[in-house]
């Protein structure tokens, strides 16, 4: 073999483990910005439904305790009703907004997808 041959197969394989390298640093970079949006996404959510469920919880009874006596079964199944409405509401915007979140490691799949068709030409 000639010494041209062999630092060109060098060069290569070290272009190789270059190249995949720096897409393993850019997964581990994407890997910890999902971490942190899921972190920050729960912490924030629970917060939300915690607060909110004391409101309504608060509200309800305000409700239930301003109607008359007389009123007050009608005014229950009135508001558990709305309360049963607005958890489908929300349900149906959290399942659309979960469907037009993007792929996660975007990035990482076409840098690669990239590197695929270059290696292959």
């Known amino acids: 073999m000639s010494a041209g041959l062999i630092e060109s197969a060098q060069s290569f394989v070290a272009g190789l483990l270059d190249l995949g390298r720096t897409r393993f640093e850019l997964f581990t ?16 959510g629970l917060a939300v439904l915690v607060l909110a469920a004391l409101g309504l919880a608060f509200c309800g009874l305000a409700v239930l305790f301003y109607v008359s006596e007389a009123n007050r079964l009608a ?27 993007p792929r996660a490691f975007d ?6 997808q990239r590197d695929l068709t270059a290696i292959r030409s």
């Open 107 to 112: 990035a990482t799949i076409s840098e690669l």
């Open 29 to 44: 970079t994407e890997l910890r910005e999902e971490l942190a949006r899921l972190a920050t996404g729960l912490l924030g």
């Open 75 to 101: 005014a229950a199944i009135g508001v558990a009703l709305f309360f049963f409405l607005a958890a489908g509401a929300t349900a149906w915007v959290l399942q659309r907004l979960a469907s037009d979140k």
